[in-house]
């Protein structure tokens, strides 16, 4: 069996390979690039990625980023185009080709077709002589000297180019439309990459984590308070006003330091530096909060009326970290 370092040093390689290819396709980028960009922002018709083999995985791949990033997009495998699925290009419609050699069986026919209904076609294409860079109306270069197959024969560094130059046209539209992280939660809604663009304090807010106590109040009740409504902490009030925090913490630290505990009220133990945060706050800002302060509860606010305790443990259960 191949030893550890063998199979690390081959790993480095085709690394090192694919690094060197994309570094090559940075430098070839044109102008034809940026007018292909431009032509995507400018249209009201959907993007429609074309491959073959390899080509269509990776068109596959542009398709689902364009899509998450608000560029209505879809796939077309070229010889099913030509049996009958020709029908889902519509006048607007912009077609991106992509191909290592440019001149698959299947494009050819496919590319003819399309520049008779006079749909504009952007190529990904390793080939700047083929049939498909020649009938392009834009041709992006993704040529690569050598496949990072030791062989040269499995799309390697041909297809990591490919997917890059997808990337790259995913993120210019992205930013040129100010595509925000509310807009991204919209298309997201789902999952844990959902909860961090979406999930807001209010919605894991329990309805029993009000722990309120008065400032005056005995340490007895504040023990009660805590042990109560178990989030680990109470509010402390002075009339309608928070004046302060007590936190499981802050009562084991009073119990180090004081025999006597029951002369004690929550005015000489509690924090009076509360941190806080809005109920419309999204989860992923009261998280960092707790980090950034090194503590494990908030006291939630809604339109400044005191509502309850979010704690660190509300929010990991939820997946977020």
């Known amino acids: 069996m191949p030893n550890n370092k063998k199979i690390l040093k081959i790993a480095k390689t085709v690394i090192s390979k694919e690094l060197k290819a994309i570094s090559q396709i940075e430098r ?37 980023t364009l899509n998450s990033t608000g560029q209505p997009s879809v796939f077309l495998h070229a010889g099913d185009a030509l049996h009958g699925d020709l029908g889902i290009i519509q006048e607007n419609d912009i077609i991106i080709c992509i191909s290592n050699s440019g001149n698959t069986d299947e494009l050819k ?25 020649r009938n392009s109306d834009f041709f992006i270069d993704s040529t690569v ?8 024969l499995a799309p390697t560094s041909s297809t990591t180019a490919q997917l890059v130059l997808g990337d790259a046209i995913s993120v210019c539209l992205l930013k040129l439309r100010n595509f925000t992280n ?12 959902g909860k961090q663009l979406s999930l807001k304090v209010s919605d894991i807010l329990l309805d029993s984590s009000l722990a309120k106590v008065f400032s005056k109040d005995p340490i007895s009740k504040v023990i009660f308070e805590i042990s109560n409504k178990r989030v680990g902490a109470t509010a402390v009030f002075d009339d309608n006003q928070i004046v302060g925090i007590i936190t499981d913490g802050d009562l084991r630290r009073m119990l180090e330091k004081n025999k006597d505990i029951n002369t004690l009220t929550a005015s000489d133990v509690m924090c009076l530096t509360p ?9 992923t800002e009261a998280l960092a909060i707790m980090k950034n302060n090194n503590i ?21 259960k939820e997946g977020i970290k």
């Open 275 to 283: 941190k806080i945060i809005y109920s419309n706050r999204l989860v």
């Open 182 to 193: 509310t807009d991204f939660a919209k298309l997201h809604p789902a999952g844990l990459l």
């Open 28 to 64: 070839r980028l044109s102008n034809s690039f940026s007018a292909s960009v431009e032509l995507i922002l400018k249209s009201n018709g959907k993007v429609i990625v074309v491959g073959v083999g390899k080509s269509a995985n990776i068109a596959n791949k542009i398709v689902a």
């Open 296 to 316: 494990s509860q908030l006291l939630v606010l809604e339109n400044n009326d005191y509502v309850g305790i979010i704690h660190i443990h509300d929010i990991l």
């Open 145 to 152: 000297d050598k496949e990072a197959c030791p062989n040269n």
């Open 109 to 133: 026919p496919f590319v003819r077709i399309i520049k008779d209904l006079g749909n504009k076609i952007i190529s990904i294409c390793g080939n700047n002589n083929s049939f498909l860079s």
